[in-house]
């Protein structure tokens, strides 16, 4: 494949530490991708804030954290470029020029920006950054040139409403200023938290990247499987089985796990069984970049100067983007 077809983007917000959601869901695809593209992974702390204005030391302090997870799981920074949103005014400057050319009608019809409304009980005391927030992740992608954007298929409509305004832009300049982006899902389907519902850190329903064997056996054995397979000898449901989800995520071992489906099916497979095994081969994922990661997070120097290079990169990309946008916008610099 050839290496300048694409440009890679992706972002995470540093509101904890990354969990196995994660891990399924796009960090495995980020490290095939960076071989393949050049690719920058945004630590998107403006974004995080649009929710956690009340905790800006706790954003402050999980940035380094993510750069910590995306080394552990092996994320290359030779290859990957991993940049912190803050660091790159262009960004924010793009999102202002944005914003006008997006209706609020359009900001609350965005369907993932509604079901996070709804999560967080905010009804029209909403923060306005956070209603805007897709506009700024239209920056993140588009301030790159990003063409493939690796994300949970929670993330479509962001994509899409990132789209809609390369349209407008490259409309107004009669010409293709930016390129359009293309999400890249996970083979697996998203994972659920533990419980069932959405996994997600405020729910308490996931486990980290980084968890001990005690978190493990307490996250595996909290997961919602069939309530009306109560003895082992019960006939039991995969669809909508947690565990099973997970099992289909990690568990390379594809036959067996079809063949324990059909047992639990049938019935003759234990809850208890079927866990123990999950617990091992979520320990067998994890005990690695748990290691990892305690190596790299104890020299918090090296982090930085990680983030530190690679916002400098990204900045010369970010701002070459600003100019050409300004332009569209007839706007001009005064001083150069
Ligand atoms: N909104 C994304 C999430 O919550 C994070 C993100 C920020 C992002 N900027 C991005 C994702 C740009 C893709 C592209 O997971």
Redesign the pocket.
């Known amino acids: 494949m050839t290496s300048f077809a694409h440009v890679v ?5 540093p509101t904890g530490p990354l969990h196995l959601g994660h891990l399924a869901g796009s960090l495995l695809r980020r490290i095939d991708l960076q071989n393949q593209f050049a690719q920058t992974l ?1 630590v ?1 702390d403006l ?1 995080a804030l649009t929710d956690n204005a009340g905790r800006p030391a706790e954003v402050s302090e999980n940035v380094l954290q993510v750069v910590a997870d995306y080394l552990a799981v092996g994320i290359d920074p030779d290859r990957t470029t991993i940049a912190l ?1 803050s660091g790159l005014p262009a960004l924010s400057e793009l999102t202002v020029l944005y914003l006008n050319l997006v209706t609020v009608a359009r900001l609350e019809r965005n369907p993932t920006v509604k079901a996070e409304i709804e999560l967080r009980g905010f009804a029209r005391d909403i923060p306005s950054g956070f209603l805007c ?1 897709p506009v700024s ?1 239209a920056a ?2 588009t301030g790159f040139r ?1 063409t493939l ?1 690796p ?2 298929d929670d ?1 479509l409509p ?1 994509i899409e409403q990132s789209n809609e305004i390369v349209r407008r832009i490259n409309r107004m300049a009669g010409r293709e200023v930016l390129p359009e982006a293309k999400p890249i899902l996970s083979t697996t389907t998203r994972l659920p938290g533990a419980d069932g519902r959405k996994a997600s850190k405020s729910l308490k329903n996931v486990v980290t990247l980084s968890a001990s064997t005690d978190e493990i056996r307490a996250f595996v054995a909290s997961m919602y499987t069939d309530p009306s397979h109560q003895r082992a000898s019960d006939p039991g449901q995969v669809e909508g089985n947690v565990v099973f989800a997970y099992l289909d995520a990690f568990d390379d071992r594809r036959e067996e796990v079809a063949e324990l489906k059909s047992r639990y099916t049938r019935g003759g497979l234990g809850d208890v069984a079927l866990k123990t095994r999950l617990v091992d081969v979520l320990e067998g994922v994890i005990a690695p970049i748990r290691e990892r990661r305690a190596k790299v997070s104890a020299d918090r120097r090296y982090l930085r100067e990680i983030l530190r290079d690679g916002t400098a990169r990204a900045r010369a990309v970010t701002s070459s983007v600003l100019k050409d946008v300004r332009a569209v916008f007839a706007l001009r610099p005064l001083f150069d």
């Open positions: 983007l992706t972002g995470d917000r945004l998107a974004q949103q927030y992740q993140d992608i990003g954007v994300v949970g993330q962001m």
